[in-house]
């Protein structure tokens, strides 16, 4: 489901950004992985992050 507006502040206009520097998301037991990067869908209007997830989860597959 696609977050379609902010439940804060009801402002539509939803903008994508990602985590820069550091962070990366690695999956526990993998060493050797670089990770995903880290996206989040943010309100243009007060800032509010609806939503975060990684970009790349089938780096994940297999973790427990």
Do not use: W
């Amino acid at each position: 489901m696609e977050n379609n507006h902010c439940p804060k502040c009801g402002c539509k206009e939803i903008g994508k950004g990602k985590l820069s520097g550091h962070a990366v998301m690695r999956p526990i037991d993998k060493f050797f992985s670089l990770g995903s990067d880290i996206i989040a869908d943010i309100c243009t209007e007060c800032g509010y992050i609806l939503e975060m997830k990684v970009d790349q989860p089938e780096k994940f597959k297999g973790t427990n």
